[in-house]
């Protein structure tokens, strides 16, 4: 009698998120508000503590806009041309919704969300940028 | 009052502290930008948290600093930065 194989579902990696924000509360908000549904929370003060690694990059990067000695949208555009990264990146801020799309549009970060719309449109738009069909 | 702000309430309120301490010394010493930007910060922190109608206030206070001469913040930033304690003020829970 032969031995049926069951086929074993491949273990999922949690997706990743990167968060840049001078805010220290600001990111340790986000880091829990991300990993109470799962997600993998990385953080950074600036956008230069960030070293991408080959097979740990993150599926997305949240990036605050101002921040000491830098705006958020230009290190958008040096992390996308620069160092060639492909992940979607968030403008994560407290400007206005159109300000935010001009800088958008700006930098070619793939969308935005305003942190004046709380922690429950921020995981919505971060679930939605990771492609989960039903956000929580 | 929802789980996020249970938790980070005392973080928040501290962090507001030092910001708004900081924001009237320079309402007081007129440096708007750097006023501007403080107040920017506290409101960030406070709309992530989702306290909407802080968020707000800090905003209005945000964009009356930035409509102002780079070097005169006047009476009326010192008046915006005390209404801003004062709501910071009802947020801690008193013991």
Known sequence: MSEQVKAQP??????RVLVVDDSPLVLVTVRHLLESVGLEVEVAESPFDFEPTQGLEPDLILMDVNMPQFYGDDMVSFFKEELGLRMPIFLHST???????????SCGAEGFVGKAHGPMKLLETVQRALGWREPI | MND??????????????D??????????????????????????????LGLF??????????????????????PDCQEHVEQLSLLVAELTPQS
């Open chain 2, 53 to 74: 109608s802080l968020a707000a206030r800090a905003r209005d206070a945000e964009t009356f600093a930035r409509s102002l001469k780079p070097n005169y913040a006047g």
């Open chain 2, 19 to 48: 910001r708004l301490k900081k924001a009237e010394a320079l309402a007081i010493s007129n440096e708007t930008k750097a006023l501007a930007d403080e107040l920017h910060a506290f409101a960030g922190e406070a709309g992530v």
């Open chain 1, 95 to 105: 400007l206005s919704d159109e300000q935010l799309e001009v800088r958008r549009a």
């Open chain 2, 4 to 17: 996020l702000v249970k938790q980070f309430l005392p973080m928040f309120i501290e962090t507001a502290r």
């Open chain 1, 10 to 15: 491949l273990p999922r990696r949690s997706k």
